[in-house]
């Protein structure tokens, strides 16, 4: 950590129903705050009224800074929210802007994904590890790029999306995330794994093929980027234990063998890894000297 004894953090977690924030007094995690999102509002104000509430439940005078994960397209130089999965009156919100001005500290924001890996990198399974990518998989596919001890940088926020890569008859996340079951099998991943803790030999037959399909995206992450780890968290990972097997199988299939010799694929279940992650991103910015010069900018 860079920040002080004296100093916080908060992370905000943006949900498709609920806005989730934490904060972080030294190491540690010392509060949550969560509020639901009105149902059906077509009002983006009646959603950043949400925002500014849960931050105003456990801000003070302590808090450095505010990072807040989104799970959609986002503008993180500008700080502008372009598009949010299942709020679809979120359009080009300037919230770096709207919320550094109510709350006089630097803000933060990116996508959930690189939130989450760089959560790993400075809570959890990353720690001291200096380059490594970060996989969620749940309800899709998303990924985070951590290079040199830092979130990589990109021209358009497109890294760590490996999910949209083109894969057999569509892309990976139709086939390396919950997408895989329901478009397969018409059943959800968390009935599957119940069935397989069962020893069900169908289930265990998906899972199988699971891991086959995931094998085959982790060769591709290790080709467009050679990381020393991938860090694989979200829903699906609790079932790593039925499929670990046959991605294993295939990653040792990887055209540079000694590439593997110091390689690993570690599954993670960090608590409150999406407020952590958030709040990461100052830590992000303060590592990389970009929260001293927003703070000269705007003096």
């Not at 007094?25 to 149902?39: C, K, M, R, V």
């Not at 397989?196 to 982790?218: R, T």
């Not at 990389?288 to 010069?293: F, M, S």
């Amino acid at each position: 950590m860079i920040l002080t004894d004296n100093e916080a953090l908060i992370g905000v977690d943006l949900g498709g129903t609920k806005v989730a924030a934490g904060r972080i007094d030294g190491n540690e995690l010392t509060e949550i705050a969560q509020e639901l999102i009105p149902a059906q509002s077509n009002n983006p104000e009646d959603v950043l009224g949400v925002v500014i509430d849960v931050i105003d439940n456990i801000f003070d005078d302590r808090v450095a800074g505010i990072g807040i994960g989104i799970p959609g397209l986002v503008d993180s130089q500008k700080g502008i929210v372009n598009d949010v999965q299942n709020i679809p009156s979120w359009k080009e919100v300037r919230l770096k802007a709207i919320l550094e001005d109510r709350f006089q500290v630097p803000v933060f924001l990116d996508n959930d994904a690189n939130c989450y890996a760089l959560g790993e990198l400075h809570f959890g399974k990353g720690k001291g590890i200096d380059d490594f990518v970060g996989l969620t998989l749940g309800t899709g596919m998303g990924g985070g790029i951590i290079k040199n001890g830092v979130l990589l940088p990109d021209a358009h926020g497109g890294s760590g999306e490996f999910g949209n890569i083109p894969y057999l008859s569509s892309i990976y996340e139709d086939y390396c995330s919950g997408k895989f079951f329901i478009r397969n099998y018409g059943l959800k991943g968390e009935e599957l794994l119940e069935a397989a803790q069962h020893g069900d030999p169908f289930a265990l037959n998906v899972f199988e093929k699971f891991g086959n399909h995931l094998g085959n995206a982790i060769k591709t992450i290790m080709l467009a980027v050679d990381p020393q780890k991938v860090i694989i968290g979200g829903s699906v990972a609790r079932a790593g234990e039925f499929f670990k097997t046959s991605m294993w199988r295939t990653i040792l299939g990887f055209p540079f063998p000694s590439a593997l010799r110091d390689f690993d694929v570690i599954f993670s279940g960090v608590k409150n890894i999406a407020v952590l992650g958030a709040a990461s991103l100052y830590l992000d910015k303060e590592k990389q000297g970009l929260v001293e010069k927003q703070r000269i900018e705007h003096n």
